[in-house]
């Protein structure tokens, strides 16, 4: 039985995921996720998340570095990282970041700079407001298994 | 090749997987989703350090799970690599679904090609491809020594894939050797059985019997009662009878595609003739016809007693019927529009046989010749209790005309000498079990959803940034389309928290643990550790003595011995066991290019604090 406070914070992580879901920043992928976590590995999602914005942020460095060049020419490059950074953004259900990662590849492929250099701005965006929101979700969990922790002792007194 | 994973208790648990892939996002996710299958996953971000692994462990991995795009070295150069040097089955992941680059990894030879993001339920199907491999290659290595290898090494075994699998390995690695082959049935719990001779009289009261139940209600067991032959079992008859089913259904294939070719006269004669030659043209593709067969059909033809060298032609046209292709290609081979089938045969034969009715339109088959059974009108079942020494003989008789009338001098004997190669006392063993394991599944099935339509429209609706997007942003229809395992998006989703994936890893580990010979691979996880900064402190020195690890907090945690007898100290340190227990953990902080693999090869103590066996991992 959870605490209170327990029930409370459960009850916000969920509507945090729901309204994330619904707003297309997570999709399904997300869930498969979250079916990977069990007891052997409790801290799976937190994990693989971190590992993720780690990444990212790298390429998103890289990219803006590279658009930013004067003399930028290398759109295969940007393709490689694009890549990647649809690769590991689907791999974890970042909607919203994938399709922003589509449209700036395509960007590339024309050799269109402008669209690029836009494409990057809206995707610095998108996964600025999925980290936040990723973030705050973890901190609820965190605070959630607090307050179920914290019961437990209390059941045995 | 040593001990593969499929000798180990259930495959495809424990079965070896190397993924490499540059980012280490997916490398994670697909590596948890491997330990999930209870595979022996390990994880290389760099094609590199994964050809290097590959090379010094040979015979060490199952299946190489590689991304297309990587920095240092193409997908498909890594995938030509691993298919010239170690041969194993290569699966392709990337986002990139363009049908050209899905193109390229099958025309690389790629198993698969994954779409990403990968999905367990494609991960969980990848054991196909090892088991598919690995019997293709049987089949050919049999193929390449002589006949008799391969009647006595192709074993029919009508068991599930797994212990057919690790019978046919056993029989690969003795290949050689040709003593100890046994016919293994449809019970491999039974370790050595005799051998069974599908002699020609016996084949007949099985024809019989069979005609008698009629084909779609024969089953073995009344087939072995009617039979009445002391010391055969209903395992014999049963992989007999799948032999044969299959071998009827290939038959009717065939049947319809040379229909054009002969024209028959529906009488009875006329019929059987054409039936049998088409039979026979199926069979004896490549002129297989002993002089010994030629004979009695020039016996028979002219109404001479059948003499003892029929049973010989006849044995020969059942092993024909049995073997998989004419492989010595005789001479009229072009001739024989079942040369296309027959190359095919293997190939097309369902992994479980119990299960599959093979559909052989056989209304009106009469069994004794085995004719396709669309153009015999007039032949009832049954009415051909004719021997099916002279229906072959005719058969023969009648193809050797056709066959080979530009080259007929006196006798057609002499043209086929040189093809011969009968072996009258061979046995005819309902032939390869390696049939019998191949799975239908497709092979190079693009793993995504088609339904995608990528005509590029962005919904943008729902952003509320500074957007001042122009229409030249493409656009791009997003994944509403997908029709993954799509829960509901209220759903409560469970948050860590199921017990049977415990009980799955406490008993597949074990077996492992059983099964496996140590120095082979570790599946790698990646793992902080919240909790015990201690434990992690006294596994750091393991950690060091192999300078491969990178990162820090690296744990190694054997398995077999320690985790038996320790099983309460791993629970809180949440390692999780695959394989064979070695996890290497790591605290993801640096570059992601590492390889990260340990090489552990002696089982080590640690000393962790004690904790609660609730979530013991063993």
């Given at each position: 039985m959870l605490g209170f406070g327990a029930d409370l914070l459960w009850a916000d992580m969920n509507r945090l995921l729901a309204f994330l879901f619904h707003q297309g920043v997570l999709d399904e992928q997300f869930l498969q996720l979250q079916q990977l976590q069990d007891h052997t590995s409790p801290n799976f999602v937190s994990e693989v998340v971190n590992i993720y914005f780690h990444e990212s942020e790298k390429l998103l460095n890289n990219l803006r570095s590279l658009l930013m060049e004067r003399e930028f020419s290398d759109y295969k490059k940007i393709e490689i990282h694009l890549n990647q950074f649809i690769g590991s953004s689907s791999s974890i259900g970042a909607k919203r970041v994938t399709s922003v990662c589509i449209a700036f590849r395509a960007a590339s492929e024309q050799d269109n700079r402008a669209g690029c250099l836009r494409a990057l701005e809206m995707l610095e965006h998108e996964y600025c407001y999925l980290k936040n929101k990723l973030h705050e979700l973890f901190q609820i969990e965190q605070q959630r298994a607090l307050a179920a922790g914290v019961r437990y002792p209390m059941q045995h007194q | 090749m040593e001990q593969s994973s499929m000798n180990s208790g259930e495959f495809p648990a424990g079965l070896r997987v190397l993924?490499?892939?540059?980012?280490?996002?997916?490398?994670?996710?697909?590596?948890?989703?491997?330990?999930?299958?209870?595979?022996?996953?390990?994880?290389?971000?760099?094609?590199?350090?994964?050809?290097?692994?590959?090379?010094?462990?040979?015979?060490?991995?199952?299946?190489?799970?590689?991304?297309?795009?990587?920095?240092?070295?193409?997908?498909?150069?890594?995938?030509?690599?691993?298919?010239?040097?170690?041969?194993?089955?290569?699966?392709?992941?990337?986002?990139?679904?363009?049908?050209?680059?899905?193109?390229?990894?099958?025309?690389?030879?790629?198993?698969?090609?994954?779409?990403?993001?990968?999905?367990?339920?494609?991960?969980?199907?990848?054991?196909?491809?090892?088991?598919?491999?690995?019997?293709?290659?049987?089949?050919?290595?049999?193929?390449?020594?002589?006949?008799?290898?391969?009647?006595?090494?192709?074993?029919?075994?009508?068991?599930?894939?797994?212990?057919?699998?690790?019978?046919?390995?056993?029989?690969?690695?003795?290949?050689?050797?040709?003593?100890?082959?046994?016919?293994?049935?449809?019970?491999?719990?039974?370790?050595?059985?005799?051998?069974?001779?599908?002699?020609?009289?016996?084949?007949?009261?099985?024809?019989?019997?069979?005609?008698?139940?009629?084909?779609?209600?024969a089953v073995p067991k009344k087939i072995l009662e009617l039979m009445n032959v002391p010391g055969l079992t209903r395992e014999n008859v049963a992989s007999h009878l799948q032999k044969f089913r299959l071998y009827l259904k290939r038959l009717s294939g065939v049947a319809q595609q040379q229909n054009e070719m002969l024209n028959t006269v529906p009488g009875t004669i006329e019929s059987k003739l054409a039936a049998a030659e088409r039979y026979i043209q199926t069979v004896a593709a490549s002129g297989y016809v002993s002089p010994e067969t030629l004979a009695a059909l020039h016996a028979e033809l002219l109404g001479h007693p059948v003499t003892n060298i029929v049973p010989t032609v006849d044995r020969t046209t059942l092993m024909q019927a049995f073997e998989q292709e004419p492989k010595h290609s005789g001479a009229d081979?072009?001739?024989?529009?079942?040369?296309?089938?027959?190359?095919?045969?293997?190939?097309?034969?369902?992994?479980?046989?119990?299960?599959?009715?093979?559909?052989?339109?056989?209304?009106?088959?009469?069994?004794?010749?085995?004719?396709?059974?669309?153009?015999?009108?007039?032949?009832?079942?049954?009415?051909?209790?004719?021997?099916?020494?002279?229906?072959?003989?005719?058969?023969?008789?009648?193809?050797?005309?056709?066959?080979?009338?530009?080259?007929?001098?006196?006798?057609?004997?002499?043209?086929?000498?040189?093809?011969?190669?009968?072996?009258?006392?061979?046995?005819?063993?309902?032939?390869?079990?390696?049939?019998?394991?191949?799975?239908?599944?497709?092979?190079?099935?693009?793993?995504?959803?088609?339904?995608?339509?990528?005509?590029?429209?962005?919904?943008?609706?729902?952003?509320?940034?500074?957007?001042?997007?122009?229409?030249?942003?493409?656009?791009?229809?997003?994944?509403?389309?997908?029709?993954?395992?799509?829960?509901?998006?209220?759903?409560?989703?469970?948050?860590?928290?199921?017990?049977?994936?415990?009980?799955?890893?406490?008993?597949?580990?074990?077996?492992?643990?059983?099964?496996?010979?140590?120095?082979?691979?570790?599946?790698?996880?990646?793992?902080?550790?919240?909790?015990?900064?201690?434990?992690?402190?006294?596994?750091?020195?393991?950690?060091?003595?192999?300078?491969?690890?990178?990162?820090?907090?690296?744990?190694?945690?054997?398995?077999?011995?320690?985790?038996?007898?320790?099983?309460?100290?791993?629970?809180?340190?949440?390692?999780?066991?695959?394989?064979?227990?070695n996890t290497v953990k790591e605290e993801p902080k640096e570059e992601p290019n590492f390889i990260r693999y340990s090489n552990v090869n002696h089982p080590v103590l640690y000393n962790y604090p004690s904790h609660d066996h609730s979530s013991a991992s063993t």
């Open positions: - | 993924v490499v892939d540059d980012d280490v996002t997916t490398l994670k996710i697909i590596e948890r989703m491997s330990v999930r299958c209870h595979y022996c996953v390990t994880t290389c971000s760099e094609a590199t350090a994964a050809l290097k692994i590959l090379r010094e462990r040979k015979g060490c991995f199952d299946v190489v799970l590689s991304d297309v795009h990587m920095p240092d070295m193409d997908g498909y150069k890594l995938l030509e690599h691993v298919g010239l040097e170690m041969d194993l089955p290569v699966i392709m992941m990337s986002v990139d679904d363009r049908t050209s680059t899905v193109m390229k990894g099958i025309r690389h030879g790629a198993c698969d090609y994954f779409i990403k993001p990968v999905r367990l339920e494609e991960l969980r199907n990848i054991w196909q491809h090892v088991a598919r491999k690995f019997l293709n290659e049987s089949k050919e290595h049999d193929n390449s020594s002589s006949r008799e290898d391969n009647d006595r090494n192709n074993i029919s075994s009508a068991a599930g894939a797994t212990k057919g699998i690790v019978k046919e390995q056993k029989k690969r690695s003795n290949l050689k050797d040709e003593e100890d082959v046994e016919l293994e049935n449809d019970d491999p719990s039974t370790s050595k059985k005799p051998r069974v001779v599908w002699s020609v009289e016996l084949h007949q009261q099985f024809v019989s019997a069979v005609n008698q139940l009629g084909l779609d209600k081979d072009h001739d024989v529009a079942s040369g296309q089938p027959l190359a095919k045969y293997p190939s097309n034969i369902v992994n479980n046989f119990p299960q599959s009715i093979l559909k052989v339109d056989n209304s009106s088959l009469g069994y004794g010749a085995w004719p396709p059974s669309d153009t015999l009108g007039s032949v009832s079942r049954g009415s051909l209790g004719v021997p099916n020494n002279n229906m072959v003989i005719d058969i023969l008789q009648h193809h050797q005309k056709h066959q080979h009338q530009q080259k007929q001098q006196k006798s057609p004997i002499h043209d086929q000498n040189q093809s011969i190669n009968v072996q009258p006392s061979c046995l005819v063993v309902p032939a390869q079990s390696s049939d019998t394991f191949q799975e239908v599944k497709s092979v190079a099935s693009v793993n995504k959803d088609c339904s995608f339509s990528r005509n590029a429209i962005i919904d943008y609706s729902q952003q509320s940034q500074k957007s001042n997007i122009s229409s030249s942003t493409s656009q791009y229809l997003g994944r509403d389309t997908k029709s993954t395992s799509i829960s509901p998006l209220m759903s409560s989703f469970s948050v860590g928290s199921s017990n049977s994936n415990i009980q799955q890893i406490q008993n597949s580990t074990s077996t492992f643990g059983a099964a496996r010979p140590l120095p082979s691979l570790l599946p790698m996880t990646f793992r902080q550790v919240p909790y015990d900064i201690k434990s992690s402190d006294s596994l750091d020195q393991v950690c060091l003595r192999n300078p491969r690890f990178v990162g820090k907090g690296n744990h190694i945690s054997s398995f077999e011995n320690e985790i038996e007898s320790s099983a309460s100290d791993f629970s809180h340190m949440k390692v999780f066991v695959a394989c064979n227990g």
